[in-house]
T-cell receptor
Framework: DTEVTQTPKHLVMGMTNKKSLKCEQH?????MYWYKQKAKKPPELMFV???????INESVPSRFSPECPNSSLLNLHLHALQPEDSALYLC?????????????FGAGSRLTVL | GDSVTQMEGPVTLSEEAFLTINCTYT??????LFWYVQYPGEGLQLLLK?????DKGSNKGFEATYRKETTSFHLEKGSVQVSDSAVYFC??????????????FGQGTTLQVKP
């Protein structure tokens, strides 16, 4: 299995809702990432988990809350989002965080905040 | 800090034309360099990579050579197909002492290939 699976593919939520994005990989990778991508822009790193511990938080607002329940799963909990948070959210994984490691990306969850 | 600069798009070519997408980087050390491709409605896929100077990465007819002297990693393909239409991102790995695994992306170049 060489895939990163993200669910749901599409999510529409209001500003008062609480929802979660889920990501799963079964490649034995020990690093997992959340990226945010706006239209026609490169992905922006949000969080990095290394060996199930949060190693990077790129000053992301607290309305985004990551969680890594085990080495195969990564969640992103969403609460009180703003319309400007609408974007494609990409999960990725890699063997570890070494500089030559290749990231494997999921297809993304497209989020619309009304 | 480290950065990646890509040629602005969109790039529009006819099928079987030669493709070059320029990428230059700024880094204090010896980064690994990558090209990722994003097809419409999908996530990013690794196209090729190079981890040290003079390495050539290649895949699916695409090539790029890590040129330390010119700090470049230009993407080339001899004959493009309509199916190559996508957004191409050049990226380098972060070399922070904490070995963060962070990728620094260029702005992306949209390629459109017409039949």
């Amino acid at each position: 299995d060489t895939e990163v699976t993200q669910t749901p593919k599409h999510l529409v939520m209001g500003m008062t809702n609480k929802k979660s994005l889920k990501c799963e990989q079964h490649m034995g990778h020990r690093a997992m990432y959340w990226y945010k991508q706006k239209a026609k822009k490169p992905p922006e790193l949000m969080f990095v988990y290394s060996y199930e511990k949060l190693s990077i938080n790129e000053s992301v607002p607290s309305r985004f809350s990551p969680e890594c329940p085990n080495s195969s799963l990564l969640n992103l909990h969403l609460h009180a989002l703003q319309p400007e948070d609408s974007a494609l959210y990409l999960c990725a994984s890699s063997q570890d965080t070494g500089r030559a490691n290749v990231l494997t990306f999921g297809a993304g969850s497209r989020l619309t905040v009304l | 800090g480290d950065s990646v600069t890509q040629m602005e798009g969109p790039v529009t070519l006819s099928e079987e034309a030669f493709l070059t997408i320029n990428c230059t980087y700024t880094a204090t050390g010896y980064p690994s360099l990558f090209w990722y491709v994003q097809y419409p409605g999908e996530g990013l896929q690794l196209l090729l990579k190079a981890t040290k100077a003079d390495d050539k990465g290649s895949n699916k007819g695409f090539e790029a050579t890590y040129r330390k002297e010119t700090t470049s990693f230009h993407l080339e393909k001899g004959s493009v197909q309509v199916s190559d239409s996508a957004v191409y991102f050049c990226a380098l790995s972060d070399l922070g002492s904490s070995n963060t695994g962070k990728l620094i992306f260029g702005q992306g170049t949209t390629l459109q290939v017409k039949p």
